[in-house]
């Protein structure tokens, strides 16, 4: 029974988890609030909370899995991709333990393991099975093989969709993070209300920037327009006067959007491959929105529909664990001197 000990800290949350056997037997996670004020991730301020968090968030998870060091068959931790400072920290810090413990060390991409955190609990996909990946820097629709054969068969060409809610949020002038405010006040609102264009983009990728223009715009104009034009401009007292009378639908509305851009792609991508097995994984696979039309849609095609427990959607150690683990039974190991990236290709 293999134990493998996980470092996540690819942007600004600290977490390190044990996987035995397969199973997740701890998942510690330091969050870093320091970040609200500025509106967004500072990375110097990230990896600087990273060097405070590691050792004790490690120690924790150690001790929630009733697992000492010298238990440990490998150490696995997030090579890439991320924030360059916050991934030296851990990846310096897993690179030592290993070292120290004379283990396997093993590298893990971040947007893989997303994926596989499809793998933890049950019930589990079957191989192949599609995965639509969705978080604050990546859009991805993956074919997944096997655990080591994954091949990304659409991606974003520009934003990612965690982008654009969270620059939706910060033009409604919601606070940071303000992905899950939309979703929180969309539950109220009228998704209908408003219409937004949809991208006529050609084949599996994704298209957000014209979308996020499009909110711009709208919301400058007070609702009367999404194309910028000097006489539909309204003033600063007008436009937050609309955003305060309609908060809800607007949010309501800015979310149906993207989640019908998203699940309109993973339709083609089922249809064009013939898979029945669908996942959802990535941070904003939280959304209920997503979550709630993922189900809806696999119900309407017959798909058998897979989404990971909450707590393995964001950035987690869980899903690096798992990952390590399979590759651990391929007899996969890196080098001490592997790279640290902050963009990486599969």
């Known amino acids: 029974m293999p134990t493998i000990l996980a470092i996540e800290s690819s942007c600004d949350e600290t977490s390190a988890a044990i996987c035995r056997d397969g199973k997740i037997l701890s998942n510690f996670i330091a969050s870093q609030s320091v970040h609200e004020q500025y509106g967004g ?3 110097e301020l990230a990896s600087r909370a990273h060097m405070q968090n590691i050792v004790p968030v490690v120690d924790q998870a150690l001790k929630e899995a009733g697992c000492q060091l010298s238990g440990i ?3 696995a931790f997030t090579q890439s991709p991320g924030l360059i400072g916050s991934l030296l920290v851990g ?3 897993a690179r030592s333990l ?3 413990l004379e283990k396997p060390l093993i590298a893990v991409h971040h ?4 994926v596989l955190a ?3 609990g049950e019930p589990k996909p079957s191989f192949p099975f599609l995965c639509l990946t969705v978080s604050g820097g990546h859009t991805q629709i993956v074919l997944c093989e096997s655990p080591a054969r994954m091949k990304v ?10 982008e654009a809610f969270d620059k939706s949020a910060k033009l409604l002038g919601l606070p940071y993070p303000g992905g899950p405010l939309i979703d929180q006040y969309a539950k109220k609102g009228n998704p209908l209300r408003f219409s937004f264009p949809e991208p006529q983009l050609a084949g599996l990728n994704f298209s957000f920037s014209g979308l996020k223009t499009s909110i711009l715009y709208f919301l400058q104009n007070a609702g009367k327009s999404h194309v910028y034009k000097e006489t539909f401009t309204a003033s600063e007292e007008e ?4 955003i305060s009378e309609n908060m809800a639908d607007i949010c309501a509305s800015i979310q149906h959007r993207i989640i019908t851009i998203l699940l309109n792609k993973l339709k083609k991508a089922a249809v064009e491959t013939g898979i029945k097995d669908i996942c959802l994984a990535g941070g904003v696979s939280a959304n209920s929105g997503l979550r709630n039309g993922f189900a809806a849609m696999g119900k309407k095609y017959g798909w058998n529909t897979f989404i990971p427990a909450f707590e393995y959607c964001t950035d987690n150690a869980g899903m690096i664990a798992i990952t390590g683990y399979y590759k651990f039974l391929e007899g996969h190991s890196d080098p001490l001197s592997i790279p640290t990236s902050a963009r990486a290709e599969w």
């Open 111 to 114: 947007m893989q393991a997303h």
């Open 41 to 43: 991730v500072v990375p």
């Open 153 to 162: 068969i659409g991606e974003t060409i520009d934003d990612a969709a965690g």
């Open 118 to 120: 499809n793998l933890i």
């Open 239 to 242: 436009k937050q006067r609309f």
């Open 98 to 100: 290993a070292l120290a």
């Open 91 to 93: 990846g310096q810090f």
């Open 73 to 75: 068959d490998a150490v």
